[in-house]
C-alpha cells in the first residue's frame, strides 16, 4: 500500500523504502500483510510495554468505551482521571502529590517547562524564566521542547531562529556503575554551568539515568543524586523527564528510585498507558502546587489540553499499572537485564573494531558503533532473521516489550550480534 498521503515521521519520502504494513500484534509480535511476523526489539518507540493485544488492557478500553469515551476536565471530573492521578501518587516517589494530565510527552514536558517558569513568577522571582538543560538530552518535537533538546544533534538545528535561547550544561560520562569519585568531574562541571546562570534558570531538566533518543547515553545515581542538592543550593526546581525511563525501562518503576530523590516535578508518558492510547501526566510536589493557590484567579495554571484525562486513556493505564504490578514486572525485567548482559557485555561484541561502547540497564541495551556508516543495512539484515530493530544515529539497541521471553530476547540480541560480526 505504498502511498504519499499518508507522511511519514523522520522519513525523507521521495527514497525511504515502502513502510511496513501492518495488519495486527500479538505479544511481542508485529503482523505484516502477507504473513510475516516480526519480533519487535523497540515495543515501538519504547511504550508497549505489554506488547500487543493484550486481553486486559483491550478489555479495560472496551468496557470504559461502553460507559464514556470523553469528557472535559474544566469543571468536571470523572473517576478514571481520580483514580489515575491517586495511583500515580501512590507508587512515584514520595512527595509527587498532584497530577496533571495531557495527551503526550512533548505537552507533558510543554507543562512541566509552564509550571516551573510561572512557580518562579508567583514566588517573586520573575527573572527565572529559562532553563537548565544537558546536551544530548531530548525532550519532545514540539517548539518549547525542541529548544531544550541538545542543540547541535538533537536533531531541530534547522528551527534555531524560532526557539528561545536556553542553557546547557554538559552530558554526563561517567557510567550508571561509576564510583562517586568517577563522577565527580559531571557534578563539578554541572555546579560551574548553575553558578553562571542560576539567577535566570526556573528549573534543571533531565532524563534520569539514560539520555534515551539524544544517544542511549547512561549515567550513575551519583550524578541525579548531586543533581537534585545543587538544584536546592542554586534555588532551582528539579524536572525529571522519565517518559522513556518511567515504568521500569530502567530497572526499578521509576530511574528516580535508583538515586532516591524526588524531583519537583516528573513527567511520565510512552509507557504510561502500556502505549495502547497517546496520554500524559505531569507531577508536582506541594512545594510547587501550593505556590499557585491564590484568593487571586491570575494564579491559576493557565493550560488545559482537550483530551486530557481521557477517560479511556485513564482506564487503560489504571489496567496497565494493575498488571504490571500483579504479574511482578520488576522481576521480569531483572530477568530481562540478565540475558542481555550475558548477550551483549561480552569481549566478543564490546572489543570488535565497529564498536565503542555496550551499555544495558534494566530493559534497555545499546551498541554504540563507532561510525554510523556501520548500521546501513542493519534493519534488513534483523528483519531477514525476524526481528524488528530501528536503530538510529550509531546506535544500535533494543528495548523490548516486558512480556518478551528469555528466548525470544536472545533472538534479538542474535540478530544485533551476528550484524556486529560481519562488520
Ligand atoms: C518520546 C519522548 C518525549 C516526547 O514524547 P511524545 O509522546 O513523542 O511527544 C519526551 N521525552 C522523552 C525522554 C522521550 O523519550
Not at 494530565?101 to 524564566?129: C, I, N, T, W
Not at 529548544?147 to 550544561?169: I, K, T
Not at 539567577?199 to 541525579?224: D, F, I, K, R, W
Request: proline share 6%.
Amino acid at each position: 500500500m505504498p502511498s504519499n498521503t499518508l507522511w511519514h515521521p523522520y522519513a525523507q519520502m521521495q527514497t525511504q523504502p515502502a513502510p511496513l504494513e501492518v495488519v495486527g500484534g500479538q505479544g511481542p509480535f508485529i503482523e505484516l500483510a502477507g504473513g510475516e511476523r516480526l519480533l519487535d526489539a523497540t515495543c515501538s518507540w519504547w511504550c508497549m510495554i505489554h506488547g500487543y493485544g493484550h486481553p486486559r488492557l483491550v478489555s479495560a478500553i472496551q468496557q470504559q468505551a461502553d460507559t464514556l469515551c470523553h469528557v472535559m476536565l474544566g469543571g468536571m471530573s470523572h473517576a478514571p482521571a481520580v483514580e489515575l492521578a491517586e495511583t500515580l501518587v501512590r507508587i512515584t516517589p514520595p512527595g509527587l502529590d498532584h497530577v496533571f494530565f495531557s495527551d503526550s510527552g512533548s505537552v507533558g514536558m510543554e507543562v512541566a517547562m509552564k509550571m516551573a517558569v510561572q512557580y518562579q513568577v508567583l514566588r517573586g522571582r520573575p527573572q527565572k524564566h529559562r532553563m537548565l538543560s544537558l546536551m544530548r538530552a531530548y525532550h519532545g518535537d514540539t517548539s518549547g521542547c525542541m529548544a531544550v533538546c541538545d542543540p547541535e544533534e538533537g536533531m531541530h538545528s534547522l528551527f534555531a531562529g524560532l526557539l528561545p535561547r536556553h542553557h546547557f550544561a554538559p552530558a554526563p560520562t561517567a557510567p550508571f556503575d561509576a564510583s562517586p569519585q568517577d563522577v565527580d568531574a559531571d557534578i563539578a562541571a554541572l555546579r560551574t554551568t548553575l553558578e553562571a546562570c542560576h539567577h535566570e534558570v526556573a528549573a534543571l531538566l533531565m532524563e534520569p539515568l539514560l539520555q534515551a533518543a539524544g544517544g542511549l547515553n547512561m549515567t550513575s545515581p551519583h550524578y541525579v543524586r548531586a543533581a537534585r542538592e545543587l538544584c536546592d543550593e542554586f534555588d532551582v526546581l528539579l524536572i525529571f523527564d522519565e517518559v522513556a525511563t518511567g515504568f521500569g525501562r530502567t530497572g526499578k518503576l521509576f530511574a528516580a528510585e535508583h538515586a532516591e530523590v524526588t524531583p519537583d516535578i516528573m513527567v511520565l508518558s510512552k509507557g504510561l498507558t502500556g502505549g495502547y492510547l497517546g496520554h500524559a501526566a505531569t507531577l508536582a510536589t506541594g512545594r510547587v502546587y501550593n505556590t499557585f493557590l491564590s484568593d487571586d484567579d491570575g494564579h491559576a495554571f493557565m493550560h488545559g489540553p482537550t483530551f486530557m484525562g481521557n477517560p479511556l486513556a485513564c482506564r487503560v493505564a489504571l489496567e496497565s499499572i494493575a498488571v504490571f504490578e500483579e504479574e511482578d514486572y520488576l522481576g521480569k525485567i531483572a530477568e530481562l537485564n540478565a540475558v542481555l548482559r550475558e548477550e551483549l557485555l561480552n569481549e566478543r561484541v564490546a572489543r570488535h573494531p565497529a564498536v565503542n561502547d555496550v551499555r544495558v540497564l534494566g530493559a534497555c541495551a545499546a551498541i554504540e558503533f563507532k561510525d554510523a556508516v556501520s548500521l546501513a543495512g542493519a534493519q534488513t539484515h534483523a528483519r531477514r532473521q525476524g526481528v524488528w530493530l530501528r536503530p538510529f544515529g550509531r546506535w544500535l539497541y533494543t528495548m523490548p516489550a516486558y512480556i518478551t521471553t528469555q528466548d525470544e530476547l536472545r533472538q534479538i540480541t542474535a540478530a544485533m550480534t551476528s550484524w556486529v560480526e560481519q562488520c
